[in-house]
């Protein structure tokens, strides 16, 4: 037997996984897809194929890669998010798998990889949550339980058999780097889900996942600007990564807190990361702060909650409307309000400052990957790291 035939041929490791993949698949479309009812929230779906593109473009396996891992949070959380619709945990793998590793730049054996495993799991890990049932808590708790450890073998230890297999590398440190913070970050994927279900956390819910629908426009950019994934977590990151998710934890601290600290602490952030971003000179930044003052500023000058264009907008925000006020005729920087509604299937509305904070991650996301390595030697270095694999995989 010759390389390629140990590589992708019938009897190779992804051969089989590709093809327990194809065969989920079609148990998914007859058990899942043909009996299903329209879903009437579109928007929560393609939210999760986003969510799922960034975890597995942060936490996944990288350009140079052969094999696939899940998402390590996204995924997990769709499973249980959708378990009275598991098609709809498909359809967010069919998507998102091929799309995710399309943007990382791997080759086609690996996008394949992928999306077999993405939909190796989320076929079986919907089967036993449903198998177990989740009508009352007890069942739903110990179904979640049973997700966690087919995801942990779906996840962690397949992704570590296929990559020992095609690197030629000993399993157990292989396994040891893929299972680190793995239940850790299970458990962040189940506060996700419930998250998702909570009134008093939804909004944070939907930030999360309307910044993950923003950076996947961001990655779309710098792919066909002809960016490159690895540049992205190259060294030099013009922004630093402790301050900037301490910031994040800040902001989605500040959403909880009373009035004034919900709004005089992300106007205070923004006045900093304006002040920052001019002086180092990193413009997308700098259009994300401006975009955060406008929307505090407004909200400042209007006891705390954004104004809001048309009394039937405030009564579809739900759970989320003791946040908000109508604008009307004595309205501070009306201009600056939600008025702007957006496109199908989104819920919602949007503010100047909004649209501002959308294109400053898109751009940032996209400069990252388009940013030059330092005089070549980030580029040169990934390859001859990568080459070593290579080897080995035409060796195997």
Not at 150 to 168: C, D, K, Q
Not at 259 to 275: D, E, N
């Amino acid at each position: 037997m010759d390389a390629h035939d140990r590589v992708i041929g019938l009897r190779s490791i992804r051969a089989r996984l590709w093809a327990a993949g194809l065969a989920a698949l079609l148990v998914a479309i007859v058990a899942w897809f043909l009996p299903a009812q329209p879903y009437q929230a579109p928007w929560a779906w393609i939210s999760f194929i986003g969510m799922c593109i960034v975890d597995d473009f942060l936490l996944g396996s990288r350009e140079d890669a052969t094999w696939g891992e899940l998402p390590k949070i996204a995924l997990l959380a769709a499973v249980i998010v959708f378990r009275r619709h598991p098609e709809l945990t498909v359809l967010v793998v069919v998507v998102a798998a091929p799309l995710g590793s399309l943007l990382k730049g791997q080759s086609w054996q690996t996008q394949l990889t992928a999306t077999a495993q993405w939909v190796l799991a989320a076929v079986i890990g919907a089967t036993a949550l449903r198998l177990v049932g989740f009508g009352d808590t007890p069942h739903f708790v110990a179904a979640t339980a049973a997700l966690m450890v087919v995801y942990f073998v779906l996840g962690p230890l397949l992704s570590a058999v296929v990559e020992a297999r095609l690197t030629a590398t000993d399993f157990a440190p292989v396994f040891a780097a893929h299972r680190k913070l793995a239940i850790s970050l299970e458990l962040t994927a189940v506060g996700l889900a419930l998250a998702w279900r909570t009134p008093s956390l939804e909004t944070a819910a939907l930030k999360v996942a309307d910044g993950a629908l923003v950076a996947v426009a961001g990655l779309f950019a710098g792919y066909l600007l002809g960016g490159r994934s690895s540049r992205v977590f190259a060294g030099g990151a013009p922004v630093p990564l402790r301050p900037l998710l301490a910031a994040g934890a800040l902001l989605l601290i500040s959403g909880q807190l009373p009035l004034p600290l919900s709004w005089l602490i992300p106007l205070g952030l923004a006045v900093v990361a304006g002040i920052w971003s001019v002086w180092r000179r990193i413009w997308p930044v700098a259009c994300g702060a401006l975009g955060a003052y406008c929307n505090e500023i407004v909200r400042a000058a209007n006891d705390g909650r954004m104004p809001v264009d048309g009394q039937g907008v405030i009564a579809d925000l739900g759970n989320r409307a003791n946040a908000y006020v109508v604008a009307e005729a004595h309205t501070n920087f009306a201009w600056l309000d939600d008025r702007f509604h957006l496109p199908a299937p989104f819920p919602g509305i949007a503010s100047a400052g909004d649209i501002l904070i959308a294109i400053a991650m898109a751009w940032l996301v996209a400069s990252l990957m388009l940013r030059r390595p330092t005089e070549g030697v980030s580029e040169q270095a990934t390859g001859d790291a990568t080459a070593p694999a290579a080897e080995a995989e035409a060796a195997a």
